[in-house]
Protein backbone atom coordinates (compact mmCIF):
# COMPACT_ATOMS: atom_id res chain seq x y z
CA UNK A 1 0.00 0.00 0.00
CA UNK A 2 1.17 3.33 -0.54
CA UNK A 3 1.93 6.05 1.72
CA UNK A 4 2.38 9.86 2.36
CA UNK A 5 2.48 12.11 4.80
CA UNK A 6 0.41 15.63 4.66
CA UNK A 7 1.66 18.52 5.68
CA UNK A 8 -1.05 21.35 6.61
CA UNK A 9 -0.08 24.92 6.60
CA UNK A 10 -2.16 26.00 9.84
CA UNK A 11 -2.38 29.45 9.30
CA UNK A 12 -3.54 29.38 5.85
CA UNK A 13 -6.29 26.86 6.76
CA UNK A 14 -9.56 28.67 6.97
CA UNK A 15 -11.32 25.45 8.51
CA UNK A 16 -13.80 24.95 5.79
CA UNK A 17 -13.63 21.50 6.38
CA UNK A 18 -13.50 20.49 2.96
CA UNK A 19 -10.14 18.59 3.55
CA UNK A 20 -12.11 16.30 6.27
CA UNK A 21 -15.01 15.23 4.21
CA UNK A 22 -12.46 14.77 1.58
CA UNK A 23 -10.25 12.14 3.32
CA UNK A 24 -11.17 8.70 2.52
CA UNK A 25 -9.24 7.19 5.49
CA UNK A 26 -10.93 9.80 7.72
CA UNK A 27 -7.88 10.90 9.17
CA UNK A 28 -8.41 14.44 9.24
CA UNK A 29 -9.94 16.43 11.80
CA UNK A 30 -10.86 20.19 12.33
CA UNK A 31 -8.96 21.55 16.02
CA UNK A 32 -10.33 23.44 18.82
CA UNK A 33 -7.86 25.63 18.59
CA UNK A 34 -7.73 28.32 16.10
CA UNK A 35 -4.72 29.88 14.24
CA UNK A 36 -3.23 33.59 14.17
CA UNK A 37 -6.40 34.69 11.64
CA UNK A 38 -8.74 32.87 14.32
CA UNK A 39 -10.08 30.01 12.27
CA UNK A 40 -10.27 26.43 13.38
CA UNK A 41 -7.92 24.21 11.01
CA UNK A 42 -7.02 20.78 10.44
CA UNK A 43 -4.72 18.32 11.32
CA UNK A 44 -4.06 14.41 10.15
CA UNK A 45 -5.24 11.93 13.96
CA UNK A 46 -3.10 9.39 11.91
CA UNK A 47 -0.42 9.30 10.25
CA UNK A 48 0.45 6.02 9.41
CA UNK A 49 -2.91 5.69 7.76
CA UNK A 50 -2.09 7.89 4.85
CA UNK A 51 -2.14 6.50 1.59
CA UNK A 52 -0.69 9.73 -0.56
CA UNK A 53 -4.23 10.02 -2.44
CA UNK A 54 -4.01 13.64 -2.34
CA UNK A 55 -8.01 14.58 -1.88
CA UNK A 56 -7.16 16.71 0.91
CA UNK A 57 -5.05 18.68 -1.06
CA UNK A 58 -7.25 18.74 -4.34
CA UNK A 59 -10.03 19.86 -1.86
CA UNK A 60 -8.29 22.46 -0.53
CA UNK A 61 -9.16 26.38 -1.90
CA UNK A 62 -6.26 26.97 0.09
CA UNK A 63 -3.80 25.48 -0.75
CA UNK A 64 -2.60 24.70 2.91
CA UNK A 65 -1.95 20.68 1.93
CA UNK A 66 0.63 19.41 0.52
CA UNK A 67 1.05 15.57 0.17
CA UNK A 68 4.25 13.95 0.25
CA UNK A 69 4.73 10.68 -1.13
CA UNK A 70 6.78 8.11 0.90
CA UNK A 71 8.61 5.34 -0.73
CA UNK A 72 7.51 1.67 0.50
CA UNK A 73 11.57 0.98 0.81
CA UNK A 74 11.43 4.55 3.44
CA UNK A 75 8.65 3.38 4.69
CA UNK A 76 9.86 -0.32 6.16
CA UNK A 77 12.76 1.20 7.57
Known amino acids: MARG ?8 CKGCGLCTAACPQKIL ?5 TNNQGNSYSYCIDLSKCTGCSMCAVQCPDSA ?9 AAKA
Open 5 to 12: RPEIDIER
Open 65 to 73: IQIYKIKEE
Open 29 to 33: EMSIE
